[in-house]
């Protein structure tokens, strides 16, 4: 891991710059203006929904049906902190990366086409690919196959993007 992907100080976790500080009052923004106009709220990106998923081992089940055709979902994670984000492929395959920032750890959110990491800026697509930093390393990925109707997350292989 590159020493610069820590804060030196518990501090130094809490600074922003600039750049971070207009990121989340771009956030900021678009919820005020999602929550506060029913009607522009339309407009704006539906916000994903959580799932429990089914465990059984290491192996995590999400019905399909609630996976939907290309939104995705944020699948509880009984193995972390922080839930996985599951999606549904234009081609029809499914993805599962970890919310888990890259850079520092802050959980992501889906945006549109790309997961966005509200803390510092860092942008990734929805296969966890890096679009743009300052994050160095991209999400984690889990190998998914579909069994039936549920599509199986395998927690414990994790993939590169
Ligand atoms: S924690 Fe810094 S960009 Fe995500």
Known sequence: M??????????????????????????????????????????????????????????????LAQVGATGGVLVEDPFGDLPIFLHRTADGAYVAVSTRCGHRGCQVEPAAAKLVCPCHGSEYTLDGTILQGPTLRPLERYRVTVDGAAAIIHRTSPETP
């Open 2 to 63: 590159p020493p610069d992907e820590f804060p030196a100080t518990p501090n130094d976790a809490l600074r922003i710059d600039r750049r971070q500080f207009l990121v989340r009052l771009e956030m900021l923004a678009a919820g005020l203006t999602c929550g506060a106009l029913p009607l522009i709220a339309a407009g704006c990106a539906a916000r994903a929904k959580y799932v429990t998923p089914t465990l059984t081992g290491e192996r995590l089940s999400v019905p």
